[in-house]
């Protein structure tokens, strides 16, 4: 059987995302330092099972559609999607750290709601509990 150890995204600023990621998740930083041979910073961020490679290319002017066209464009990152204990609690912290909870939905088996953060990347938070 297989398992999907890691997702690698570009990001802005991949401590900032890193640390987003800690406090709303409760992961840790398993590694950071210079990627793509001195070119780019990485942190990854996750479990001992699996993580987010959070990285920042040497182009400071790159920027990410502020738009859903990831979903029209053929290897577009849609989303994450990442499941948690308590929904509630999770969704105060996406708040206090400014971003706007949208698309919530109860359905058959749990809860989810979406929200995009400071790059745009959508990110899904359900709960099966």
């Known amino acids: 059987m297989a398992q999907l150890e890691h997702v690698n995204v570009t990001v802005s600023d991949p401590k900032r995302t890193a640390a987003m ?4 998740f409760g992961w840790r930083i398993r590694w ?21 490679a959070v990285y ?24 994450l999607g990442v499941v948690v ?6 969704e105060a912290k996406v708040k206090a ?4 909870p949208h698309s919530h939905a109860d359905y ?12 745009g990347i959508e990110i899904e938070v359900v709960s099966y509990a």
Request: aromatic residues 10%; without cysteine; hydrophobic residues 25%.
């Open 21 to 24: 990621l800690v406090d709303l």
């Open 32 to 52: 950071e330092g210079s990627a793509m041979n001195g070119a780019g910073y990485t942190v990854h961020v996750g479990t001992d099972d699996s993580y987010v």
């Open 56 to 79: 920042a290319g040497s182009q400071p002017d790159q920027t990410v559609p502020k738009t859903d066209a990831s979903y029209q464009t053929r290897g577009g990152l849609n989303h």
């Open 85 to 90: 204990d308590d929904l509630d609690v999770v």
């Open 97 to 100: 750290r400014g971003f706007t």
């Open 108 to 119: 058959e088996p749990g809860r989810r709601f979406y929200f995009h953060d400071s790059d």
